[in-house]
């Protein structure tokens, strides 16, 4: 039997000449004998990668052109809730590291993008109790929009800096703890609203707090609060979701949505495989991950340093993607409504998306929402064939 390395430069070479049918079988040899093996992976795909139908996202893309680079930071302190369902426990009372905040500054000034979105990679930690967050919430704000997760259970005075606030996009998750100090819960939300930030509850279905979501719903709703409910990730019960969620529990998921999410509709098909090895991703050139002391690198689970954002996507090199999805023919930033999410807080002008309805009906869709959710599916399996994810998984 041939190794993997002949195996590879036979199909290179074969790629070369154009004989693609022999190129295909060279690679698959590979993959039979090492299904990481990266360079079989993209010669694959390469080949037998075939676009599916997808009228409304080129359509979108004919009528606009997001430019967004999305930077994640990493934000390390210990958290002070205990959530039961926390997919980072073990990991939530790491010590507090500090920020060097000027070699953070100099990652924002190679980014060229028109559009900065900001958001903090906290770990198993709540961010507001970190003794600096301040001041970098306030370094963070001077270049575009800043979304960020909390618990919510710190007074606004001690961490919201004057004059970012507008800038603000905060995701306040009702915690099981949170739920026993309501009153503060809302009053903090209250307080947030009023300074300019935009606000939204987050709220983890897991399977034992989906009867509460309908009552939060309403109570949330007629203060004016985006409530969001968000699928539990991880067992219970011997079961996993968000997988195992029943169709009465999604419904209920979805009706209580008060923006309905094309995320929500296409999971849990997409992360029937997060094994993304091979196929060519936007971290590094439109996300960007850094660390405490201003290291870049692609993203989380990449720990290869980056010296500047890359100029045109990579193949992804990890073996399970937990970043979501930033491949780049199948990413929900660099798309019209991404930008018009945030454009506000970042001062820029929304694309016009008036005529988005008219033109799924004319696609043969019964809404945008569905019709994007379509094609986002498409591109997914397309994509997980090409690359040969389900015949030579890793």
């Known amino acids: 039997m041939r190794d993997r390395e002949a195996e590879f430069r036979s199909g290179e070479a074969r790629a070369k000449t154009d004989d693609m049918e022999a190129a295909v079988a060279h690679y698959k040899a590979a993959l039979r004998t090492d299904p990481s093996h990266l360079g079989a992976r993209m010669g694959l795909g390469k080949l037998q990668f075939v676009e599916p139908d997808q009228p409304l996202r080129n359509e979108m893309r004919r009528r606009s052109s997001p430019d967004v680079c999305d930077v994640y930071i990493a934000v390390r302190n210990p958290c002070n809730y205990r959530c039961f369902y926390c997919v980072a426990a073990g990991h939530n009372a790491e010590p507090t590291q500090r920020f060097n905040l000027s070699a953070i500054e100099r990652v924002y000034q190679l980014i060229p993008n028109k559009l900065v979105v900001t958001a903090f990679e906290c770990g198993g930690g709540e961010p507001t109790v970190h003794p600096e967050f301040p001041d970098l919430l306030e370094l963070c704000a001077k270049y575009g929009a800043v979304s960020f997760p909390t618990n919510n259970s710190q007074d606004p005075a001690r961490w919201l800096p004057k004059g970012a606030a507008e800038r603000l996009d905060i995701r306040a998750a009702l915690h099981p703890e949170g739920e026993s100090r309501l009153e503060k819960f809302l009053e903090y939300a209250a307080t947030l609203v009023e300074a300019g930030t935009t606000f939204r509850c987050q709220f983890i279905a897991h399977p034992t707090r989906l009867e509460r979501l309908d009552h939060y719903r309403r109570l949330f709703q007629a203060r004016g609060i985006l409530f969001h409910p968000i699928p539990f990730i991880g067992t219970y019960n011997g079961k996993q979701y968000p997988h195992a969620y029943a169709k009465e529990e999604q419904d209920l998921i979805g009706r209580c949505l008060q923006r309905p999410s094309i995320g929500l ?24 991950y850094v660390r405490q002391d201003g290291t870049m690198q692609r993203c989380l689970y990449d720990d290869a340093i980056i010296d500047a954002p890359l100029a045109q996507a990579k193949p992804c090199s990890v073996a399970n993607c937990g970043c979501g999805l930033f491949l780049e023919r ?33 696609f043969g869709y019964e809404d945008a929402a569905t019709g994007l959710a379509s094609e986002y599916v498409a591109m997914y399996d397309a994509l997980m064939a090409a690359f040969g994810k389900d015949e030579f998984p890793e």
């Open 265 to 288: 509709k296409i999971s849990p098909h997409v992360h029937r495989i997060r094994n993304f090895r091979g196929i060519p991703c936007i971290a590094g050139k439109n996300l960007i």
């Open 330 to 362: 199948l990413n929900f930033t660099q798309t019209a409504h991404y930008h018009n999410v945030f454009a506000g807080l970042a001062k820029l002008d929304p694309f016009d998306l008036d005529w988005e309805e008219e033109a799924a009906r004319e």
